[in-house]
């Protein structure tokens, strides 16, 4: 089993646990090994259970929930 704290993406991004701390950030949203999307976190709860990533051309802004399984790299 890999120890996906010291796992890096290909960008240099690390697994993250501290949601509430990456707004601002540019972050891989990942579920199930599968790439969702790359975006700038808008905003996030305190208790790190939720983020939005921030709405980029067409797109709407999203929100992601770690109980759903999403992970989050920076």
Sequence with gaps: ???L????????????????QLTGRT???WL????V?????????DDDS????AAEGLSTR???DKSTGYQIWA
């Design 1 to 3: 089993m890999t120890d």
């Design 62 to 64: 999203k929100l992601f």
């Design 37 to 45: 999307l790359t975006g700038v976190v808008e905003q996030a709860a």
């Design 27 to 29: 972050v891989e949203v």
């Design 32 to 35: 199930l090994d599968h790439h």
């Design 5 to 20: 704290s010291l796992v890096k993406t290909i960008h240099g991004r690390g697994l993250r646990k501290d949601w509430a």
């Design 50 to 53: 939720v983020l939005w990533i």
